[in-house]
């Protein structure tokens, strides 16, 4: 049974930094692309970026420059270092999973976390 757990969410202020990480378990993780997702309270699930079986990386445009993936197949988890946060990235951080290419669409993912919420204070 594959399991995704988020953790490092907190509360910072804007500017300020905070990395997520998202430990798998019960899955060959090497194997699988790994994604970041958000929903903002009364906002529809929106895709923050991913990292494919081969490292590469996408990100969502309000994020690029800013935040970065990285994952580590020795620690089966995948990290998402977010900087210059503002209070627009405030919302419910999630970690999803697949066995296939890279997609910005969460409905391909069918594998999440219980989701770490992140909150910027202006």
């Known amino acids: 049974q594959v399991q995704l757990v988020e953790s490092g969410g907190g509360l910072v202020q804007a500017g300020g930094s905070l990395t997520l990480s998202c430990a798998a378990s019960?899955?060959?993780?090497?194997?699988?692309?790994m994604a970041w997702f958000r929903q903002a309270p009364g906002k529809e699930r929106e895709f923050v970026g991913g990292?494919?079986?081969?490292?590469?990386?996408s990100y969502a445009d309000s994020v690029k420059g800013r935040f970065t993936i990285s994952r580590d197949n020795a620690k089966d988890t995948v990290n998402l270092q977010m900087d210059t946060l503002t209070p627009e990235d405030t919302a419910v951080y999630y970690c999803a999973a697949r066995w296939s290419i890279l997609s910005e669409s969460g409905n391909d993912y069918y594998n999440w976390g219980q989701g770490t919420q992140v909150t910027v204070s202006s």
């Open positions: 990292i494919s079986r081969s490292y590469t990386t």
């Open positions: 019960g899955l060959t993780f090497s194997e699988y692309v």
